[in-house]
């Protein structure tokens, strides 16, 4: 499992275990949070290549089966 602190989410790297589409480098463009700014409730990945991006819930991200921190 990854470590994450939410609070330092925003500008990090990620790298897809099983890249789709050729996008296997992804950067948190975005961080969602609550109504008082406490809880995160989801983030922006931008993929390098393509600059697509899509909503994630940010646990996801723990999953190190699915993500990598850092680009590799």
Partial sequence: MNQINPKKLLHTKWTAVQPRNKEKHFIVTEVEFDEEGVAVLGCVLEA??????????????????TWLHGWR
Wanted: charged letters at 40%.
């Fill in 48 to 65: 390098v290549m393509t600059r697509r991006s899509g909503r994630i819930d940010w646990r996801v991200l723990a999953d190190s089966d």
